[in-house]
């Protein structure tokens, strides 16, 4: 199995001014194909930031970040964006659905985009709810969705291209806590598949479903921690 994510001293800045304001210091990490990771810290505390870099929504500072051993910082634009399109899926905690689309359209948007013909597309988004147990809402607006249901939908979309990485950002931070551990109980079933998923919380309980955790405490990563020994 080879390496999906790889940060090397990876430092993230920002700017106030002339006020340099550091928010990721040299953090070091590696994410595995088949990997199932937590990286749990409070709030301001860098975990977003990371996330944003390893999704290649923006750039570091400084250092190396690989992405199925390709140097993101020489990437255009367009070869970023094609990275994200074939390589990551992303779950994120508003869940991001068009409102006017259906669960299929909703979920069938990264196959357009790539530019997968019309049959295709909808077989694919089919097959994709299917796997998240929703083929009996795939005409349902937003609107017409419980919370867990739509980020359900959110999961299939972001599997629907077949990505390396599944990143997820606070994925049960606006569910209740029966759809939260739905959805935690669907991520450990498609990480025991072969999806190599990747996830920030706050939550510690929530973390602890991952079989790996790694704690973010003002932009310093700490050592892996193995949940299924501790």
Request: hydrophobic share 40%.
């Amino acid at each position: 199995m080879g390496k999906i994510v790889e940060c090397r001293n990876v430092c993230k800045s920002y700017f106030q001014g002339k006020l340099e304001v550091p928010a990721l210091k040299n953090i070091n990490f590696e994410v595995e194909e088949g990997d199932y990771t937590a990286i749990i810290g409070p709030s301001g505390s860098g975990k977003s930031t990371l996330m944003n870099l390893i999704g290649c929504l923006d750039k570091a500072t400084s250092g190396s970040l690989l992405i199925d051993g390709r140097e993101v910082d020489s990437l255009t634009e367009n070869e970023l964006a094609d990275l994200r399109l074939e390589k990551i899926g992303f779950v994120f905690q508003n869940f991001q659905l068009l409102s006017g689309q259906t669960a299929l359209e909703n979920v069938e948007l990264p196959l357009t985009y790539a530019g997968i013909p019309r049959k295709q597309r909808a077989e694919r988004a089919k097959e994709a709810l299917a796997r998240v147990a929703l083929s009996d809402r795939m005409d349902f607006l937003p609107n017409q969705l419980s919370g867990g249901q739509k980020q359900r939908v959110a999961i299939a979309r972001a599997l629907v291209n077949h990505p390396r990485i599944l990143l997820a950002d606070e994925p049960t931070g606006a569910l209740d806590s029966k759809s939260g551990a739905q959805v935690m109980d669907l991520f450990e079933e498609l990480n025991a598949e072969g999806v190599t998923v990747l996830m920030i919380t706050h939550d510690n309980g929530i973390a602890h479903r991952a079989r790996r955790m790694v704690e973010i405490r003002d932009g310093e990563l700490g050592h892996p921690e193995d949940n299924r020994t501790s």
